[in-house]
């Protein structure tokens, strides 16, 4: 299981109505993107955290985790935005000259970059709140309650389905390279990398194949009828 699917099955706002969760998470993700005052932004990222960790009991150094994922693409973002190219030095706190193109830093940038990431952090945190405090068949409930189309809420529930699926295939199949050492020095990791790709294909093929024929012994008519929740 997905260390986010144990939280959202765990937490203590599990049995939370997801209407609730889901319009607070929304209300301050709105509020995160529509405004720019970067005390607002760290106020919305304290009180969401806090509620993450401090109302759904959420292990303090999991959330870090979670967080830090996606934290290096935004700070690799957020560098690539603080950096200027042009022609004038002019307005530039810091530049370097290569020729005759300067690139550097500046007030702007540095400020842009700054409400950029925070803003980034903040709606972070609302995303964060809402699926690791919701379960997965209560948004799918949700969805239904949204009259989101069944094509999407059927695709969404089969990418959740493989997901799982694919890691479990990926973890079996690389214990047993394990086990014979397949990952001893760098030629025989490529070696390996390449065959549990290979082999991770063929097992997933297989895989679906098998559920195609187990929905179609049940009588499967392109439609996942779900039974709905009350509490929803």
């Known amino acids: 299981m997905l260390l986010i699917d144990k939280y959202a099955y765990t937490n203590s706002l599990t049995e939370i109505n997801p209407k609730i969760k889901g319009s607070i998470g929304l209300i301050f993700l709105i509020i995160s993107m529509a405004f720019k005052n970067i005390f607002c932004l760290i106020s919305i990222i304290t009180f969401m955290s806090s509620l993450i960790v401090f109302l759904a009991k959420i292990d303090l150094k999991s959330y870090l985790k979670l967080v830090k994922i996606p934290m290096y693409f935004l700070i690799m973002g957020v560098l690539i935005n603080l950096i200027n ?5 002019k307005g530039l706190i ?15 940038s540095i400020i842009t970059s700054v409400h950029i990431l925070f803003r980034a ?16 068949n209560q948004i799918i409930f949700l969805l239904k309650k949204l009259h989101i189309s069944d094509t ?18 990926v973890s079996d199949i690389r214990k047993s390279q394990q086990l014979r050492f397949g990952y001893i ?3 025989t990791s490529y070696n ?3 065959i549990l790709g290979n082999m991770l294909f063929k097992r997933m093929m297989k895989r679906y194949d098998e559920m195609c024929i187990s929905l179609d012994i ?8 779900i039974v709905g929740d009350e509490n929803v």
Do not use: Q, W
């Open 85 to 89: 190219i042009s022609f004038d030095s």
């Open 94 to 108: 810091y530049s370097l000259n290569i020729m005759s193109l300067n690139i550097g830093i500046s007030n702007k």
């Open 121 to 136: 952090i903040a709606c972070l945190t609302c995303i964060y709140f809402f699926i690791l405090t919701t379960p997965f």
């Open 152 to 169: 999407v809420i059927e695709l969404s529930m089969l990418v959740y389905r493989f997901i799982f699926i694919f890691l479990e295939e």
């Open 185 to 187: 020095n760098l030629k």
């Open 192 to 194: 390996s990398i390449g």
């Open 218 to 225: 049940k009588l499967y008519d392109s439609k996942f009828h």
